[in-house]
């Protein structure tokens, strides 16, 4: 957890991004995002709860959590040289074969599958979008539609499929350009990337008030 604090930046970030997703919420309550009829079912009968409280219906994005291997912002080429890159996302170790589990409720918008995300998935809830990198299994078109396939973990995720919050989408894997077992995962809120240590942190002191999930 040390990351979440070593800038003041990302906090005053976060109070942003936290707000911003009261509007969210609010025009998914509102239905006006279409999203209303697949909402869990608690969010349906508690409304006023969850606007207190907008973040307890989000889920740590992977099982077996082992450690943060490199966050969000300039780094090092993590594949040597003097380069430095900007890293959009946050690295979340765990071993291979790991299950990741859906942040958001959302709709899947995009199969990944290149020489640098390697099989990934795009999912879409409201204004953000959650990208999920270096995933096991391949990519395969059936009739024109794109699936993700891990046959011996059991999955398979269409283009077009609406995921509920803590759905298993994949596991860890090593596609891609990574050089160790990782989740990239990369938020973005109305186009823009945002730290997504910065939400697992609002999430965390959310969802601390509650009783905690075992994920954490
Ligand atoms: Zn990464």
Redesign the pocket.
Known sequence: MQEFSSSRSPFLRATLVAGSLFAVFASLSAGSAGAQTSLPAQSRYQPAANMANPWQWASFPVENFRGYS?GFGYRQS?MGGPSQEF?????IAAPEGSYIRNWWQGEVVEIINDARCGVGLAIQSGDWEHIY??MKGSVESHRGTLYLVDRSGGLQIRKGQVVAAGTRIGRVGMSGR?NGP?L???LKYGGQWVDPAVILRAMYDSQRQRSLPSSW
Do not use: E, M, R
Request: aromatic letters at 14%; hydrophobic letters at 15%.
């Open positions: 490199s993590p890293h959009y996302g946050l690295d990198c270096h990574t990782h990239h995962w990369g």
